[in-house]
T-cell receptor
Framework: AQSVTQLDSHVSVSEGTPVLLRCNYS??????LFWYVQHPNKGLQLLLK??????LVKGINGFEAEFKKSETSFHLTKPSAHMSDAAEYFC????????????FGAGTQVVVTP | EAQVTQNPRYLITVTGKKLTVTCSQN?????MSWYRQDPGLGLRQIYY???????DKGDVPEGYKVSRKEKRNFPLILESPSPNQTSLYFC?????????????FGSGTQLSVL
């Protein structure tokens, strides 16, 4: 079985400051982990994914995430927030034993203020 | 253009009136899946399909049916909709079976059951 917990339901940052979105997972098997972003009234778009290669993963729009097995975490960061980063972000886990099933976190709403 | 197409975009119906939400992809993807999105709960998987004629339950399958008679289409059927099925629904697809593949999402269907 697998599960995902996003530790913050809302994050508010000022434009130009760092963003940190926290995600913890549990999985009995080797996980594949993803971050997706959903802008208002849009579908979901992949930001980045971890698939057991490098533990530090770079994605689109300046985002990156670090896989820490000892902490079962996959936190998403960006050094400098932009107004266009205002959106909802979802952490997702998939495992090799039942890869057809996906678990989404509850989401983190990011607000960026000028 | 590679895409996942859902129809309709918005649907208002009454309790008990059977409905179908269509999902079609033009990327020859083997894997397709359905999700519902509710505030504070993220996305929850309803059903998924690994290939034609192969479907399986996700986390919240009660009250829903699916079929996969051809590769490109994966309709979601609500035989007797109830108000607790009011939600935003997403269809998604991905290429051949590994857990590392990203999902391509449709634009969503907002369903209201009165």
């Amino acid at each position: 079985a697998q599960s995902v917990t996003q530790l913050d339901s809302h994050v508010s940052v000022s434009e130009g400051t760092p963003v940190l979105l926290r995600c913890n997972y549990s999985s009995s098997y080797s996980p594949s982990l993803f971050w997706y972003v959903q802008h208002p009234n849009k579908g979901l778009q992949l930001l980045l994914k971890y698939t057991s290669a490098a533990t530090l993963v770079k994605g689109i729009n300046g985002f990156e995430a670090e896989f820490k097995k000892s902490e079962t975490s996959f936190h998403l960061t960006k050094p400098s927030a932009h107004m266009s980063d205002a959106a909802e972000y979802f952490c997702v886990v998939r495992t090799t034993d039942s890869w057809g099933k996906l678990q989404f976190g509850a989401g983190t709403q990011v607000v960026v203020t000028p | 253009e590679a895409q996942v197409t859902q129809n309709p975009r918005y649907l208002i119906t009454v309790t008990g009136k059977k409905l179908t939400v269509t999902c079609s992809q033009n990327m020859n993807h083997e894997y397709m899946s359905w999700y519902r999105q509710d505030p504070g709960l993220g996305l929850r998987q309803i059903y998924y399909s690994m290939n034609v004629e192969v479907t399986d339950k996700g986390d919240v399958p009660e009250g829903y049916k699916v079929s996969r008679k051809e590769k490109r289409n994966f309709p979601l059927i609500l035989e007797s909709p109830s108000p607790n099925q009011t939600s935003l629904y997403f269809c998604a697809s991905s290429p051949a079976p590994t857990p590392n593949e990203k999902l391509f999402f449709g634009s969503g269907t907002q369903l209201s059951v009165l």
